[in-house]
């Protein structure tokens, strides 16, 4: 929804502001069948949204009032699912991993990519290297548990290629203390590619003569990327900024894939909000808390929908005109 | 397996939370099974038809075993059985296809699935009346058939009934080894009894530096089984424990001696090392290749294992010293709240209890069933004979579900990794189930 307001603001603008306000009515012919037309052409756009997103999110709203097993009747609750969600430990160390995933797994994302940017650029051969960098993204997260387990087992490919280096006694990498750091690694790896594409697609669009003439002022590789690159694309940025808040709040199969195991789910210290609404929601053996998944699902939404205000607020910057 | 809950349907729970996303609830999957008295029967048969979600997939010799009953079923009955292969999930669909009305007449699972998803909330019928029937050929009640001990160590449904669940498949989990092993049988001439005598059998495989335990390090659940199976031997019941909303019960002296002997195992370092940097079924695989002695876990591993042990191998198998119950955890069929053709279903329950049908759970599927007349497989023997207990109690005394995940999994590895002692496992332990109870409300 946000790519959609960004491409166009002027128009989002005039929508936004209500067309009553401005201009008497009937000020040109053009602007007012436009203004008639508004409505008959986003209608079905509105009519899915409100479907198959607003009324979903009412109905989860609605039950997260209750205590409900989908099964029997609801029970009231009032707002007793929300006082559990902030009263369970695990709920707040799976709030803590969320936020840990979305900055620290942001910064590190976008250091990388920015990194690329710098160097695809100016290289030859980029647009193989682009395909090669946005590979991983492809890859079902399923197929790296099942490699993971393999390529990172005590004495498998990395552990040799570690020992082969000089280190003797290389991590234990599929240990639980380092499930966090795995699925960051995993997720970072994923989705440096992707972002690094889009980031290209809008690098590409910098005219050329705009880095010549910082050639010609004597600007160094970082400079022309602190001056050039990085406020001609900065709209780009922030639009990946907030991809980036979205999905990474919602991965929970690399946390399935990585930590959970035959016959039992995943320690708790590795969970985030997505999977503890996914274990309330779908318990193994035991009576799903419908009530208390859908308010644990409400949090998270608020969260992204609280992270991407912030986000745009603090890089908002006035288009660059070329 | 795992637990009786799974070890095969990740995939697609994953697959089907993919589609959730953010994890507004949706509803159910499946075809409508309401097709009551739709199917004709030949004539002079009863005729009719059910519909059934089966937790096999197609592919498991389980279900090659059961679809074999549902033809020869059909013919001598004219009842046709509508069935899906669901898999394991099949307890993660159940209930909200219940919600929709969706749902089929029967179902099967592992009865502690059962009663996590259906019986503890009266959503699993009564089939006490499957009870009385005869089984065809054979001749027998199927009460005469099957032991009440299976029935008995069941927990009871809003209702007070026990009987929400016809067992056709029955299993233990315990101590498995290789007798043949020429360093297991010169550490131990006959199984030790009591806990000592074990940790001294250990250190004779330390000696010849042979990993004592093997152990899938991720896995809460059959690691687990050993504290379980201490707080046996001291008198614990794992339940009252889980249980108890005040935590008081994890200060009785005996939960901390069942903690440390379990601490003896990790600290002592009789656990194969590198277990807990591997994914299942490494060290499961690393046993049956003889780099450990033992393996604690459900009957069903000495299938899961059969490609891999070398010929010679003899099984042998025991209870973990000092406990004096076996636990079961069997495997039946249950009706749904509303299911609409329950005379056609127990019809079906009875019928493939009987001995000739039912022999191929033992002799295709390689497991034991719950019937003392149908032998086990070799390998089983003496999995069957503990089996033979007067009294049998539930793995974990029951506890299952969610206090597994919330209080238990993330404890019970940081104690068996060695990151917490023994006191310090107790008070973990004791000061998250507290918090966890105050989450049920």
């Known amino acids: 929804m946000s790519t959609a307001t960004f491409q166009d603001p002027s128009r989002t603008r005039r929508v936004r502001g209500g067309s009553a306000a401005r201009g008497p009515v009937g000020a040109a012919p053009l602007e007012r069948s436009r203004r008639r037309m508004f409505w008959a052409f986003t209608a079905p756009a509105v009519i899915v949204y409100a479907v198959l997103f607003l009324l979903p999110v009412g109905y989860a709203a609605w039950t997260s009032l209750y205590k409900w097993d989908g099964i029997s009747d609801k029970q009231w609750k009032g707002l007793g699912n929300y006082k559990t969600l902030w009263q369970d430990p695990i709920f707040r160390t799976s709030l803590g991993n969320t936020l840990q995933t979305l900055v620290v797994g942001g910064l590190i994302t976008f250091v990388i990519s920015f990194a690329l940017m710098l160097v695809l650029r100016e290289m030859n051969r980029r647009l193989f290297a682009r395909s090669v960098l946005f590979f991983p993204c492809l890859v079902n997260a399923m197929v790296f548990g099942i490699a993971a387990g393999v390529l990172f087992s005590p004495d498998g490919p990395v552990n040799q290629a570690l020992k082969w280096l000089g280190w003797s006694r290389p991590p234990q990498w599929l240990a639980t203390e380092h499930l966090q750091t795995m699925i960051l690694g995993t997720l970072v790896w994923t989705a440096t590619g992707y972002y690094t594409a889009i980031l290209m697609a809008a690098v590409d669009q910098i005219p050329d003569y705009l880095y010549e003439a910082a050639e010609l002022d004597g600007a160094n590789a970082f400079q022309r990327f602190r001056h050039v690159t990085l406020p001609m694309c900065w709209d780009v940025i922030s639009v990946c900024a907030v991809l980036w808040t979205v999905s990474s709040v919602k991965i929970f199969e690399l946390i399935l894939m990585y930590g959970g195991s035959s016959g039992s789910q995943p320690p708790t210290g590795s969970w985030n909000t997505a999977l503890y609404v996914y274990e309330e929601a779908f318990p193994q053996a035991s009576t799903p808390q419908l009530g208390l998944a859908t308010a644990a699902a409400l949090v998270s939404l608020f969260l992204v929908i609280l992270f991407t205000v912030v986000l745009r607020r603090i890089m908002r910057r006035d288009p660059v005109e070329y | ?441």
């Open chain 2, 1 to 441: 397996m795992g637990s009786t809950t799974g070890r095969g349907p990740r995939l697609l729970a994953i697959a089907t939370a993919a589609v959730l996303a953010v994890g507004v609830s949706a509803c159910s999957s499946g075809k409508s099974a309401d097709k009551a008295g739709a199917a004709g029967g030949d004539s002079g048969k009863s005729g009719g038809s059910f519909s059934y979600w089966s937790m096999w997939r197609k592919d498991e010799p389980q279900a090659k075993v059961i679809q074999a009953a549902i033809d020869q079923f059909t013919a001598d009955t004219g009842i046709k059985v509508d069935v899906e292969w669901t898999g394991r999930d099949v307890s993660k669909k159940i209930g909200p296809a219940m919600a929709a009305n969706k749902a089929p007449d029967m179902w099967d699972q592992g009865a502690d699935s059962i009663y996590g998803t259906a019986a503890q909330n009266g959503n699993a019928q009564d089939l006490s009346a499957v009870l009385d029937m005869t089984i065809p050929n054979d001749n027998v009640k199927v009460s005469a058939a099957i032991p009440s001990k299976y029935w008995d160590s069941l927990p009871k449904d809003p209702k007070g009934g026990q009987h929400w669940v016809i067992p056709y498949e029955a299993s233990t989990a315990g101590v498995f080894y290789n007798a043949a092993d020429p360093d297991v049988s010169a550490a131990m001439s006959s199984a030790p009894t009591d806990w000592d005598s074990f940790i001294k059998v250990c250190d004779a495989l330390k000696a010849k530096n042979k990993p004592c335990v093997a152990s899938e390090g991720e896995d809460s659940w059959t690691n687990g089984l050993w504290f379980d199976y201490l707080l046996n031997a001291n008198g614990v019941n794992f339940a009252d424990l889980a249980n108890d909303k005040s935590g008081a019960t994890w200060d009785n002296p005996a939960v901390l001696k069942a903690a440390q002997q379990t601490e003896q195992l990790v600290k002592g370092g009789y656990i194969i090392p590198t277990y807990t940097a591997t994914k299942y079924p490494a060290q499961q695989t690393n046993w049956a290749g003889g780099k450990a002695g033992f393996l604690i876990n459900g009957s069903w591993v000495t299938a899961e294992v059969a490609k891999q042990i070398p010929s010679t191998w003899k099984y042998g198998f025991m209870l973990p010293p000092g406990a004096t119950q076996p636990d079961s955890m069997t495997f039946g069929f249950a009706l749904t709240k509303n299911a609409k053709n329950v005379s056609q279903a127990e019809k079906f329950m009875a019928y493939f209890l009987q001995k000739k049908t039912l022999s191929g759970i033992s002799t295709e599927a390689g497991n034991i069933t719950p019937r003392t007349d149908i032998p086990a497989p070799a390998e089983l023997a003496d999995v069957q004979k503990t089996l033979g207990a007067d009294k049998l109690r539930l793995t974990f005394d029951g506890v299952a579900g969610d206090w597994n995940t919330k209080v238990w999994t993330q404890n019970y590895l940081d104690f068996w990794h060695g990151k917490t002692d023994a006191a310090g496992f107790v008070a973990k332990m004791k000061s998250a189930q507290v918090s966890f109870w105050k989450t049920q409300s």
